[in-house]
Each structure stands twice: as structure tokens, then as C-alpha cells.
């Protein structure tokens, strides 16, 4: 064997015993216990020289430590707790908007509560139950009724009301929540939109049967098509007359041979008759006839379909994921993973520095089968003009008893009512919220009268 490989080998050897005595002290301090267990009492420990608490836990010295643990994936916001005082509100089968309120009090205790129903704008109770009272919310053209109420343990109160003004023929919506004594933060909410419809109100201003559109049409097409098809039934069976009429002999100048004869004509072949088809004007007529039908009943469905259609929706602007919905308070709103419902909005008075603050009382509902995060800066308050403001989130936190709202998502197919503040300049209370579930959501638009 050469020489020079000879050199080369006997190097390697010696490198790679470096390596391991190299390594031998980078083993974590965990392997050597065992070995060290039984060369000193359990109970003794020797205490750690100044040198080596200094030096990092794991790997060589002067090697930095390994960097932490990757911290564990944000846990999903546990259900709320089922609050001592819920409602519900329903429509109530009467001519003019009305509502039926039913607090339950599912407690052991008896509970001090404030209850606020919102009314429209421009509408006016009639008859408030209860010792309630209406009021006007600050500002706002919308009035809402209060009651302060002591519920007994386990028990259910009802509570009343009817409007005197509504928009003619308009759904009109009134939701109503429960604070608690000092009307700070609520237990929950509930909301219920009144009908015509279902009182039988809009069955007599409807447009009887034989004045629609479509039905009329439908009943000119049928006339006209039985007026053709009689018409050609009884082309056809007038045929076979005027062709036996003109079998006989031809009329001469002699009135004898008009008489007939005695002696047997002979047969003559008759020509044979082609079975005629329906005359092209009719099948034109008929046609034309269809299709006017067919005509008038889309244009009379896109008619009544654009009509339909709310051009005062302004569509969410950046909305990359699903579409954007828009309506007012009370009305529920659902986006991409959630469903949002404004149940009550309301401004106090303006400060010199800090500005005005307006706490909207929002119910949030996950509508997927997963936990879903949103953020505070999401949210958003339309003013006059244009501009918009994020959530005030210490002033939130402040609303929520300390508790930030947004730190964790939403747990799966679970509801929480909750208020948001929004901190404003100047006197014009805010006129739209807007809220998103994430940041490529479509997100709702809520108008606030």
C-alpha cells in the first residue's frame, strides 16, 4: 500500500475519534441519570457549580440553546355560560305591529333587570304593558320602551306592545334585550319581525286572478289556438261533401241531361286526394301566439323580480369570499362563517377630548362546524361623509368586565351577545356598522336610524 494512502487513512481514524469525544459531552444531562443513580445517594443532590448554571441546558458551550417550543395553536373560546335571564320575541296575529316579549328568569334568585325594545324609525307605540315607558335613544329619531322589572326565581313575565304608525305594507322589526339593573351589559337578546301577510291583511289588497298578466295571456293563447284547431276541423269535414258534389255531371244547356239516365254511367278513376296540412297561416298565428305568451311571462317575472330588488344595498367593498348582505337593526345578517345581528345602538354625549362613545350591542353566531377567529379593526362604524372608525378594544374590553372579546374565536355553532364601542369625533352619531369575520370575508352592512 502507498505510502501517501497509508497517511490518509490513519488521518480519518483520527478524525473521526475526535468527532465522538466531541460529542460526547453535547449528550443531553437526562441519558447520564441512569448511569450516575447508583453512584450517589437519590436523596443528595450536588448543587450546580456557578459555571454550569450559566451555561445553557442543552448543546456545547458557547452554542446558543434551542430556540422555544412552538407555543400551542389558539384554543377555540369556550360556549358561554347560559345567562339567568333570556327572551323571546314574537309577532303578534293583530292588524297593526304588535309583539309579545317573554322573559325567563331560569335562575334559583330572584333577578333585577332592564328591558329595552327598539322601535323603527318614525313609528310611535300605542299600548305598552307592564309599566313600561318609551323614550327616545339620545339624538335619534327611533324611540325604544324600558322596563325595570324584579323577576321571581323560575319564572316566566310576558310583556306587551303595539305601534300605532308603521310604513303601510312593510315588515317592521322590533328586537328587544335584557341588561342587567344599571342597562350596562346585556344577558340577551331576541328579535321578531311583524307582517302583513300573516294576518291575513295583504289576502284582500292582492291582485285577483283574472287580472294578471300571465293568466290572461295564457287564456288569449288557448282561444286563439281552439278557434284554429275548430276552424280546420271543420275545413276537413266539409271536404268530402264539395268532392261528392263535384262527382256528378257537369251541368249543360239541355235541361234533359240534367235528368239523369237510364243506362249505367261508366266509372271514371278519381283522382287520388292528398291529405292536405293545417293552412301556414294558421301555424304562423299559432306560433306567434306562443311565443307572445312566452314573452309576456318573463318579462313579467323580471319585472316583478327587479322590483324586488333594494337599490338603497350598498355592496361591501374588498370582499373576497361570499357575498355581502346589508339590512337594519334587528334583522339578521349572515356572511361568510357567521351570522350578525344589531340589536341596539346607542351614543352618549360628546366629550371635549376624548370624543363620543356608541356601544352597539351585536349578537354573533358561528354558523360553521369549526372554531373562527375575528379582530377588533374588522369592525368598523360608518360617519357622515364617509369616514369610519375601528373598535375602541380597551373600551370594549371595559364594556365586557375586562374580557377581550377578540382574543379567542368563536367556538363552533355557539351565539354570544356582547356589546361593541366605537369612539367617534364630533356630534353625528354613526350611520352604518360593518362587520367581518375575517379579513377576505364579504362582511354585513347594518344602516343605524
Not at 333587570?113 to 307592564?130: D, H, K, N
Not at 321578531?192 to 295583504?202: D, N
Not at 300571465?214 to 293563447?221: A, N
Not at 234533359?256 to 293552412?279: F, H, K, L, N
Amino acid at each position: 500500500m502507498p505510502a501517501s494512502t497509508r497517511h490518509h487513512k490513519a488521518l480519518a481514524v483520527v478524525v473521526h475519534c475526535l468527532g465522538i469525544l466531541a460529542a460526547v459531552p453535547a449528550l443531553p444531562a437526562v441519558a447520564r441519570e441512569p448511569a450516575a443513580a447508583h453512584q450517589r445517594p437519590p436523596a443528595v443532590a450536588p448543587e450546580p457549580s456557578p459555571s454550569e448554571s450559566s451555561a445553557p441546558p442543552t448543546g456545547r458551550a458557547g452554542m446558543p440553546a434551542a430556540p422555544p417550543a412552538v407555543p400551542t395553536p389558539t384554543q377555540a373560546m369556550p360556549p358561554p355560560p347560559k345567562p339567568p335571564v333570556t327572551v323571546a320575541v314574537a309577532p303578534a296575529p293583530t292588524p297593526a305591529p304588535a309583539y309579545r316579549i317573554h322573559v325567563r328568569n331560569s335562575g334559583s334568585a330572584p333577578v333585577e333587570t332592564t328591558i329595552r325594545q327598539e322601535l323603527p324609525p318614525g313609528s310611535a307605540p300605542s299600548v305598552i304593558t307592564a309599566g313600561g315607558r318609551a323614550s327616545h335613544v339620545g339624538a335619534q329619531s327611533a324611540s325604544e320602551v324600558t322596563w325595570r322589572l324584579k323577576l321571581p326565581a323560575r319564572s316566566v313575565t310576558t310583556l306587551n306592545t303595539s305601534l300605532a304608525t308603521a310604513p303601510a305594507g312593510q315588515p317592521v322589526t322590533a328586537p328587544a334585550c335584557a341588561f342587567t339593573s344599571d342597562g350596562s351589559r346585556p344577558y340577551d337578546c331576541a328579535t321578531a319581525t311583524w307582517s302583513a301577510a300573516a294576518t291575513g291583511v295583504a289576502k284582500t289588497t292582492s291582485t285577483p286572478l283574472w287580472q294578471r298578466t300571465p293568466v290572461l295571456l295564457g287564456v288569449l293563447g288557448a282561444v286563439l289556438l281552439l278557434a284554429g284547431a275548430g276552424w280546420w276541423l271543420w275545413r276537413r269535414r266539409r271536404r268530402p261533401v264539395a268532392a261528392a258534389l263535384a262527382d256528378g255531371a257537369a251541368p249543360s244547356s239541355d235541361p234533359r241531361q240534367g235528368r239523369g239516365t237510364i243506362y249505367p254511367r261508366p266509372a271514371t278513376p278519381r283522382p287520388a286526394s292528398r291529405r292536405r296540412s293545417p293552412p301556414v297561416w294558421l301555424l304562423v298565428s299559432s306560433a306567434v301566439v306562443v311565443l307572445a305568451a312566452i314573452a309576456g311571462t318573463a318579462g313579467w317575472t323580471a319585472t316583478r323580480r327587479v322590483a324586488a330588488i333594494d337599490t338603497d344595498k350598498q355592496p361591501t367593498s374588498g370582499a373576497w369570499m361570499g357575498s355581502g348582505a346589508a339590512g337594519a337593526v334587528g334583522v339578521p345578517l349572515r356572511e361568510t362563517a357567521f351570522e350578525f345581528t344589531v340589536y341596539r345602538m346607542a351614543c352618549s354625549a360628546a366629550a371635549a377630548t376624548t370624543g363620543r362613545q356608541c356601544q352597539a350591542t351585536v349578537g354573533v353566531r358561528n354558523l360553521t362546524p369549526e372554531h373562527q377567529a375575528w379582530h377588533g379593526q374588522l369592525q368598523r362604524a360608518y360617519l357622515p361623509g364617509g369616514r369610519w372608525v375601528s373598535t375602541d378594544e380597551p373600551a370594549t374590553r371595559k364594556a365586557n368586565l375586562g374580557r377581550d372579546v377578540f382574543a379567542q374565536p368563536v367556538a363552533a355553532g355557539s351565539r354570544v351577545v356582547l356589546p361593541l364601542v366605537f369612539t367617534v369625533d364630533g356630534r353625528d352619531p354613526p350611520k352604518q356598522l360593518e362587520l367581518r369575520s375575517g379579513v377576505f370575508s364579504a362582511g354585513v352592512r347594518v344602516d343605524v336610524p
